[in-house]
């Protein structure tokens, strides 16, 4: 099939530092180009791919020129596809609600994956307006907000099998992987370490609108050494980083609708210690790849308990479940529903 990918343009494809979403549009597109498919990225001139690039903005927002106006990309991105629907059998939209009213009127088959929290006013008027668009999630949890919208599929994360290599060693110290943000848990994250005795190792970003929350609730405890800001790690010092952890904390404290870490630590063999929040359940097995906690007390008592976690099998969990050529494979079979529907069977 021909099949174009939308991204969003805020990080490059896959992404220099942090950046989920455009991390898995990256190895979604390599795995369909291993399929066979002839896979085209509308994306930032920046971004690297095996499929054909279409840079529709010069570099990624958020590295790039300050002060550059997000919209103005966006609208170019829209008018790129606008422009090109007529050369592909299938869209793939990874950029929320913006395309919907072009795509919907090309006449091309496309499906949108929803990254993002869904709890937000105002979606599900979205939703009213475009009862056709198919929408994938990437957990059960996710569309609780929408029911109405039109679900075709929930397709979970992968990563290629390959890209971490796993430690069965034990670990010295915690880890903290993520935004400094409140709702991702790095003031429960500290207070766990220090009662379960145990350094933190924080990688993570500083957005700039947390800069306040940084300064006043975070970096007073930030001694470097029984907590230590590494700041961020690209795709080879994320290995190590979280292959030596003894566990990957994940307290986090709103509806996260995936959690890409938590499958980055399994394929490294790490244990997961996260709160019951958002997709939480349906990522980490409780027992077999991490320990589900609701609270501080209860994850101090799970740190104690990772001895029980057998590294190996964790690692096994995961190339049976997250893998990106399993991922891809289910995009394809959505894929060819979503042509046959419009164009009838190939």
Known sequence: MRI???APLAESVPPKLYGGTERVIAWLVDELVELGHDVTLFASGDSK??????PVWPRALRLGRRGADPNAACALLIEAIAERAADFDLIHSHVDWLPLPVLSRT???F???MHGRLDLPGLS???GAFPNAAFVSISDNQRRPLPDANWIANIQHGLPKDLFRPSYEGGSYLAFLGRLTADKGPEDAMRIARAAGIPLRIAAKIPR?????FKKKLEPNIDGEAVQLVGEVDEVRKQPFLAGAAALLFPINWPEPFGLVMIE???CGTPVIAYRSGSVPEVIEDGVTGLIVDNEEQAIRAVNALGRLDRRVIRIRFEERFTSSRMAKEYEARYREL???VRGPS
């Open 339 to 341: 042509v046959a529907r």
């Open 125 to 127: 008027d979205v939703i």
């Open 265 to 267: 630590a399994m394929a």
């Open 111 to 113: 499906l949108t994956t």
């Open 209 to 213: 609108a947390e800069t306040a929350y």
């Open 49 to 54: 791919t095996k499929g054909k690039l279409h």
């Open 107 to 109: 006449g091309v088959p």
């Open 4 to 6: 174009a990918q939308l």
